[in-house]
């Protein structure tokens, strides 16, 4: 049995591991290549495989990111074929990644919680192996989180009426273009910082997967989807400025979010890692679908 480090060609062996293995989940090559190669910190010397005679039977991804000044370790994929669990497989892996986040400075770890870039914001306890491997390796649950679901054709997501009492009050709403980015990512510099990267996955969409609203002129508020997971319809993220809020200024952004993707004949949007549960379902009919834990260990 041999860990070594990811290398060009893995893509399709771990993309099969994973959907072999993984009960309640499935990538494609394209998210998979996402989740690798489109992580602002994609580090091979992280991302791990096992093999035995040549056959792959482990995969874990191990992501470093700075938060705040923080550097914060995550698990971001893991896997182990069925075959070959209860061997010790997971955990090697783990500790050379946990080693490696210690020498890196990072104060803690998490688990599929990854801003930015992730494919799960927790594990779903149906994972319950995953739990278990998670309490083994010293972890507490701090908390839990939910996706929504949202029904997108048999809703309708029409903003004009309030469009039109929100413009009496100069406040107006429109898709962004390019000429609007700069303005957008120094809104979001000041107010929102740890969006960035999802909203400028969502430019790569054709239209631009992003609206707003502007107060007077200035740009106050937006929303955005298509920027993680791409193609699976998940919305966000989404902020008003906080002189703004209570105004139905996000309702009318999150629902022009939704029309597009009911243009694109998605059955269902997802809302992920929520949040205001209230806000969704009053606006969207929003349903709470899977529930994720979050774990974190202190490394000091
Ligand atoms: C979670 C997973 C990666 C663990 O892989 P593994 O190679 O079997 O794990 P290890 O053998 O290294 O387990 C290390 C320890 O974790 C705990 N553990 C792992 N699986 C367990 C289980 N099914 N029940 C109880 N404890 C378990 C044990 O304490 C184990 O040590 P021990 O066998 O000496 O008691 C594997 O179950 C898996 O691939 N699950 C499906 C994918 C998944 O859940 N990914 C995470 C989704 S969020």
């Keep these: 049995m041999k860990i070594r480090l990811f290398a060009k060609g893995d893509l399709l062996p771990i993309l099969k591991l994973f959907n072999k293995n993984s009960d309640h989940d499935r990538l494609t090559n394209d998210l998979l290549s996402e989740k690798l190669f489109d992580d602002p910190d994609f580090d091979p010397h992280i991302t791990l495989v096992t093999e035995i005679n040549g056959k792959m039977i482990g995969f874990i991804q191990g992501v470093l990111r ?86 997108l054709q048999n809703q309708d997501w029409s903003t004009w009426a309030e469009e039109a009492k929100l413009e009496k009050e100069n406040i107006t709403i429109k898709r962004i273009t390019e000429s609007d980015r700069d303005e957008l990512f120094t809104f979001i510099a000041e107010h929102f910082e740890l969006w960035k990267t999802e909203v400028e996955m969502s430019f790569s969409s054709n239209p631009i997967a992003v609206h707003i609203a502007r107060l007077n002129g200035k740009l106050k508020a937006f929303s955005g989807h298509n920027g993680n997971n791409i193609g699976m319809g998940w919305f966000g993220p989404m902020g008003t400025h906080p002189d703004l809020r209570g105004k139905g200024i996000g309702g009318v952004l999150l629902k022009r979010c939704l029309q597009d993707m009911k243009n694109w004949k998605l059955k269902y949007s997802i809302i992920p890692w929520v949040g205001p549960i209230d806000f969704y379902s009053h606006y969207a009919n929003a349903l709470v679908d899977r529930v994720f834990w979050r774990f974190e260990k202190k490394l000091r």
């Design 66 to 151: 700075c938060i705040r000044g923080e550097n914060i370790g995550y698990i971001k994929l893991m896997v182990v074929d069925k075959k070959y669990r209860r061997q010790g497989i997971a955990r090697s892996m783990y500790k050379i990644i946990e080693n490696h986040f210690k020498e890196h400075g990072a104060s803690k770890v998490k688990i599929y919680d990854v801003p930015f870039n992730y494919f799960m914001p927790g594990i779903d306890p149906l994972y319950t192996p995953a739990l278990c491997f998670a309490w083994r390796m010293g972890f507490e649950r701090i908390g839990d989180t939910s996706n929504l679901l949202v029904e």
